[in-house]
T-cell receptor, first 116, second 116 residues
Framework: EAGVTQSPTHLIKTRGQQATLRCSPI?????VYWYQQALGLGLQFLLW???????NRGNFPPRFSGRQFPNYSSELNVNALELEDSALYLC???????????????FGPGTRLTVL | AQKITQTQPGMFVQEKEAVTLDCTYD???????LFWYKQPSSGEMIFLIY??????QNATEGRYSLNFQKARKSANLVISASQLGDSAMYFC?????????????FGTGTRLLVSP
């Protein structure tokens, strides 16, 4: 069974540009989560999508946005990139999301975003 | 607010020995889940083990076991018979279940180095 996949592996952008990161969940999983892992800041929760809807959002500015498609894949968009957006962006998926008390999240390999 | 504390920035262990990675947590929610993830240098977060707050037994998964002491709010990971491939960052994470939000809160991690 294929795991969570993310693309691209690496992304280099300049300040002010927009970045689009993509994630495909494990087959059958309906929930997708995005986390940012920046140097010195640890892993921070960004967004949670379930059944096509945004269910929860972390403490990030509105220029971080995303969506979930009917096939449950997801896209994270970062507008007006700033130097401090440089980080590893990890996507995770889980089987039941809203319908589970506790649901294990399985992570993809991440997209490393570098903002110059 | 929920919080995870990992006080060991780095740990060293010899191959075939057992090692304990510490994790303490703080939450006012009586229902929660605790997770351990491994992050090799490649970046992918690999799920290792899960413990629910109401589970009577300590969780075990192969060489991994979780020493869950609810009264002390600790959930230490024990790796038995360490292997060279166990060298990685290890993160403890928690999810409060009563809020309905599926976000994970992570500790700062412990870097484990296994030597021959």
């Amino acid at each position: 069974e294929a795991g969570v996949t993310q693309s691209p592996t690496h992304l280099i952008k300049t300040r002010g540009q927009q970045a689009t990161l993509r994630c495909s969940p494990i087959s059958g999983h309906t929930s997708v989560y995005w986390y940012q892992q920046a140097l010195g800041l640890g892993l921070q929760f960004l967004l949670w999508y379930d059944e096509g809807e945004e269910r929860n959002r972390g403490n990030f500015p509105p220029r971080f946005s995303g969506r979930q498609f009917p096939n449950y894949s997801s896209e994270l968009n970062v507008n007006a990139l700033e130097l401090e957006d440089s980080a590893l962006y990890l996507c995770a998926s889980s089987l039941m999301g809203l319908r589970a008390g506790t649901d294990t999240q399985y992570f993809g390999p991440g997209t490393r975003l570098t903002v110059l | 607010a929920q919080k995870i504390t990992q006080t060991q920035p780095g740990m060293f262990v010899q191959e075939k020995e057992a090692v304990t990675l510490d994790c303490t947590y703080d939450t006012s929610d009586p229902s929660y889940g605790l997770f351990w993830y491994k992050q090799p240098s490649s970046g992918e977060m690999i799920f290792l083990i899960y413990q629910g707050s109401y589970d009577q037994q300590n969780a075990t998964e192969g060489r991994y076991s979780l020493n869950f002491q609810k009264a002390r709010k600790s959930a230490n990971l024990v790796i038995s018979a360490s292997q060279l491939g166990d060298s990685a960052m290890y993160f403890c994470a928690m999810r409060e279940t009563n809020t309905g939000f599926q976000k994970l809160v992570f500790g700062t991690g412990t870097r484990l180095l296994v030597s021959p």
